[in-house]
Structure formats: structure tokens, C-alpha cells
């Protein structure tokens, strides 16, 4: 990470105007480091290198793009190129680059420039990259290669796409080795674990997913099939692109053939309160007769980024329902001494994770038409994948999901 930022500042270094627009933002009153102000200045002025179409396009995946989405592609770069010119003449005739000269710096116009960069950048990124993630007909292993995917940093992107995709037999998967995870010894005595576990791996705080297998016959060991739809699980999970931070990163998985449990391990911020368990929305929902407006509003955000995040890469999860949403306890709150600060609802909790990922597969890939009469799952499921399913399982029926989880708990 140090060299990357080194690399950049040299970089800036040799650019006149991008060395002059980071120094003055380093002056701005803003939350962030002098290595994060760095990397947005270097990749705004690489992307505003982009839009001489006719140099930098020719042989590109962007003339794979539909004449529509090179128009938006393009004004998201000249956009960034006017914003980019504003800022820089503003930092270029400063009559000082003194942190004191208040009046320059700390203004509001100057935070709102920034902000505005930032904001560019995030847009031509995340249209660049729905251009090639959904667009079916795009080359991927040639937008891998592209150089302006690597400017707009979308080859991570396009590589969990791949994986998503990929519906060989994955390797480099293994079953994490026996007791590499410790728990505590009550959860040890168990006769089988619940579905979720606090543990611990050699430097990280884990919590561990665990769902009943169907063992062969006069065996302890699951089906070929299942264990390749968990390597393939596990591979998707614990690939180096999040798919929003709503999804926890995996670190592998567990097999107990006493139990029969296969456990998924995913890997928890240092803040999580594993003495407190997991609290699903629908346990949540069942205690607050009455949620904040704002709560509401919060948590259906997240809910649909987290959806989003799996259908850009073309995921399909399958089993969107209350029960898979998971609010983990933060320290800082649980062992906050002041009671009167503590609202209705905790701060923690409206950012649910997801899980539930048993069944999640590629949209194209094959689909369980198996029968489900229960009313519990129905619920949140489109009536055309009710008791013996019509059709092939979609995006649209995750969406559905989406839409149907706040009122399948509150009436």
C-alpha cells in the first residue's frame, strides 16, 4: 500500500496542474489523508485523459459499448474535465497555499469542489463499469486486458463476474483445517451448532454460518454436488471484490460430519460484540412495536445496494428474506455507560448483512424447481416461484424479495 502511494505522489509529481489541485485540497478542511487525496486527484486527471475519444478509444472495449453508452460514458468524462478545470484554476491563482488563509480553504464553495470531484469519479467509474458488467455481449476476458478498464479500476469487477460466471470445478478451495477456528466451550459442548457462531481465527474475529447437509448413503460425507456448490459459494465470497459492504468477506469454510453441518466462515470488523448474538430483522421487527421513520428509510438503502451489489455481477441470491438479514452489536454501543443516548434503535443496526447464500447462483446458471408449500418462505417469494415453480429463477424475483422483506414482517 505504501509503495502504491509513493507511486502516485510521484506521479502527481510530474503533473503541474494535478500536483497544484491535491496541495490546495490538502489545505480544504476535509475528512480525508494527504494518500487518499493523492489517488483521487491522480485517477480524476487519468480519467480526464479519456475524453479524446478518437486517441484513446480505438481498439477499447468501449467500442463494444451501444452508441448510448458511449454518450454517457462521454459526458461523464467531459463532466469530469470541466470540474477538474474549475478546481485547477482555482488552486492555480491562489494567492497562497498557507493552511491560515482560511478564506481560501475552509469555505464551503472549496469543500463542495471537492466534493464534486469526487462525486465525477465515482460516476464515469460505476458507468464504465455497468457498461461491461450488464452487457451480456461484452468480451470479458477482453475488458480484462482494456486500458481504460484498468484507469477506471474495473478489472476486480469484471474478474468476480468471471468467477460468478464460471461453472467449472473451482480450485484452491479447501475445507479450512480441523480446529483452525476456536470456539468458545459452550459453544463447543453443543450437540450441533446454531446457525450462527462467534469464533476465532489465528489474527481475526470470524462468525461462522452453519446449515445442515443431506449425507450420502452409509456416509458422513455431502453429495459431489453439494461441496461443489460450496467451493464455488466460498470462491465467489471470499474474492478480493466485495460485492457491497454489505456482504461480509468469506475466509472459507468448515465441514463437521458428526453434526453434518457445514459451516461458512466470514470475517467480522474488531468493533463486533461477539458476546452478543446475531439478531436477525426478523427478530428485530418482532421487538420494536414501532421502527423510526428514518430507520426505515436507512435500512431499505442498504437492502437494495446489497441487491444490487449481486446483480451487477450477474448473482442472484434467491433466498432474500428477513430471516438472512443480520445485525451484528458494536462494542462501543453495548458498553456505552450514558443509557440515555441509546435510542430505540441501536446505530449498529441498520446496516444488516446478508447471508443465506446456500442456494445464490449465476442468473444463466441452472435453478432449483423443486416444491416449497411453505407459507414462511412463500411470503417473501414471487407468486410464480409459489409451491411448484413456473418459471426459472431471476433477478426480478429477487427483487420482489427486496420489495416484499419490510411488509412480510410489519403489517
Partial sequence: ?????????????????????????????LNK????????????????????????????IMEDFSPSTRLKVQQGLRGLNVALGVIGTTATHSKSLLISDTDIFNTDVSIDLVHNIETRVNDVCGNFEDAILLNPNVNLDKALRDNVAAVVEAKQSI??????????????????????????????????????????????KVLVESFSYKPMENSTEPSPQTLKMVKRMVSRLSHSRRTSQYVLPCVGYTQNRYTRQIGIVFEIGESVDSTQSPTSLTELYSRETRSPLGFRIRLAYCLAVALDGLHRVGWVHKEFKSPNLIFLADESYVSSPDIKCRSAVPPHMDAPYLFGFEWSRPEDGETDMASDFSKMSNAYRHPDRWG???????????????VSTPSSNRQ
Fill in 33 to 60: 489523508s494527504d494518500v487518499e487525496i493523492d489517488a483521487l486527484v491522480w485517477k480524476a486527471r487519468k480519467l480526464g485523459g479519456l475524453v479524446d475519444s478518437e486517441k484513446h478509444h480505438r481498439g477499447s
Fill in 1 to 29: 500500500m505504501f509503495l502504491i502511494s509513493a507511486e502516485i505522489s510521484l506521479a502527481l509529481q510530474r503533473d503541474q496542474i494535478g500536483w497544484s489541485i491535491a496541495r490546495w485540497m490538502k489545505q480544504c478542511s
Fill in 159 to 204: 474478474s468476480l463476474r468471471q468467477s460468478v460466471l464460471d461453472l467449472t470445478e473451482v480450485s484452491g478451495v479447501e475445507e479450512l483445517a480441523k480446529d483452525s477456528v476456536q470456539f468458545s466451550a459452550a459453544d463447543m459442548a453443543k450437540p450441533a451448532r446454531d446457525r450462527f457462531t462467534f469464533g476465532i481465527i489465528p489474527g481475526k
Fill in 388 to 402: 411448484r415453480p413456473r418459471v426459472k429463477f431471476s433477478k426480478s424475483h429477487d427483487i420482489y424479495s427486496l
